[in-house]
Nanobody, 115 residues
Framework: QVQLVESGGGLVQPGGSLRLSCAASGIIFSIYTMAWYRQAPGKQRELVAFISSGDTTNYIDSVKGRFTISRDNAKNTVYLQMNRVKPEDTAVYYC?????????WGKGTLVTVSS
């Protein structure tokens, strides 16, 4: 049974930092491209960042220089370090694992950026 479990969400002040984690089980983690998506209220889900099995990373423009995605294959975990957060980063953040036709999602963790 495949499970992706996100953690680390919460309330953070503008300009602050937060680290999200996603622990995977039931998959050969190292071969998957791992990604973080987010969905803000009333908006479509969007890709925030991904990291390939070969550690290639990519980010949407709005988070470049502020967010960092990383992975630890020994721990089957992917991270999203969020620095200098802004109110517009408020969203439910979802972990995604994809390889070929296989595509899995976590249930999400809420990040609220507010003073």
């Amino acid at each position: 049974q495949v499970q992706l479990v996100e953690s680390g969400g919460g309330l953070v002040q503008p300009g602050g930092s937060l680290r999200l984690s996603c622990a995977a089980s039931g998959i050969i983690f190292s071969i998957y491209t791992m990604a973080w998506y987010r969905q803000a209220p009333g908006k479509q889900r969007e890709l925030v960042a991904f990291i390939s099995s070969g550690d290639t990373t990519n980010y949407i423009d709005s988070v470049k220089g502020r967010f960092t995605i990383s992975r630890d294959n020994a721990k089957n975990t992917v991270y999203l370090q969020m620095n200098r957060v802004k109110p517009e980063d408020t969203a439910v953040y979802y972990c995604n694992a994809k390889t070929g036709p296989l595509n899995y999602w976590g249930k999400g963790t809420l990040v609220t950026v507010s003073s």
